[in-house]
């Protein structure tokens, strides 16, 4: 199992209306699964994230899909009461 943190400033726009959008901050742990069988390579068969992300203002952010704009890629994070990353775009 690879334990790792997520963690900065960055832009969220909204999927559903991309007027929508925010100045954020952001934090996530990630936990991956490592599958090993003999005699083939290691592979990374699930991965989970749960973490949190606020607007740098204060406004509430309503439920529902994002991509969040980090300083190195875009991630499509998914907000249900709880803040999870669904993939990496």
Known sequence: MIRDNLKGEGRLISRSD????Y???YNFDITTD????PG???VAAKSNSKGTVRALDGRYIPEGEYDLHCENEILRVKNIGSWHILESI
């Not at 991309?18 to 959008?21: A, D, M, N, P, R």
């Not at 490592?34 to 069988?37: L, N, R």
């Open 23 to 25: 100045q954020v901050s």
């Open 18 to 21: 991309q007027s929508k959008e």
């Open 40 to 42: 083939f390579p290691r």
């Open 34 to 37: 490592i599958t090993e069988k």
